[in-house]
């Protein structure tokens, strides 16, 4: 399908908010149409170049919408589910997940290659390119592919505002450096 994403082609150049083409669901990812997206200063880090990411990439590591497809072997999400797009995968069964530590989640070890965690392919693709994803989400666009365990379900009566940012980088990063690292 055909739709619109915010993609960094070279650092120090603006995003270009242009038509992308996006494959259908592989096996444990479901397709979501965003709602809504937090911007992070390390979005911006990006096209600053004060972290180095593998280019062309589509932006962004949180946000909140709707699933709209499922793909084959997805076990925990359903259409019309709203889901928080977490920046980091939380399987739910590798070690670290197991003692409680999902931050540590062993899917984490990919997400700085952009690709699907899946099978380390694009789904996304420009100007005849794959296009990589921040954190395996890639926010800034009106459609994503991702896989389940970058999904958190969420009850619908929270606006895709509050829930773009609850559980995305925004609080989580934020309330954490401020709270546990600083002590305020
Ligand atoms: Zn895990
Ligand atoms: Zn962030």
């Not at 928080?84 to 997400?111: E, K, T």
């Amino acid at each position: 399908m055909k739709t619109t994403a915010a993609v960094l082609w070279e650092v120090g150049t603006p995003w270009s908010v242009e038509e992308i083409e996006l494959d259908p669901p592989a096996y444990g990812e479901v397709l979501v149409e965003l709602r809504a997206a937090g911007m992070c200063h390390t979005d911006d880090h990006f096209v600053t170049g004060d972290m180095v990411w593998p280019l062309p990439v589509v932006g962004g590591h949180e946000g909140a919408g709707v699933v709209t497809e499922i793909g084959p072997g997805v076990t925990r999400f359903a259409v019309g589910d709203t889901v928080i797009l977490n920046f980091m995968p939380i399987c739910g069964h590798c070690p670290s997940c197991s003692n409680g530590r999902s931050r540590l989640c062993d899917r984490g070890a990919v997400i700085g290659s952009g690709l699907q965690i899946s099978d380390g392919t694009s789904r996304h693709h420009a100007r005849g390119e794959d296009l990589r994803l921040m954190c395996c989400i890639g926010t800034f666009a009106r459609h994503t592919v991702v896989h389940e365990d970058s999904c958190i379900p969420f009850d619908s009566d929270i606006s895709f505002e509050v829930a773009s940012l609850m559980m995305s980088c925004g609080v989580v990063t934020g309330w954490g450096s401020a709270v546990r690292t600083g002590g305020v």
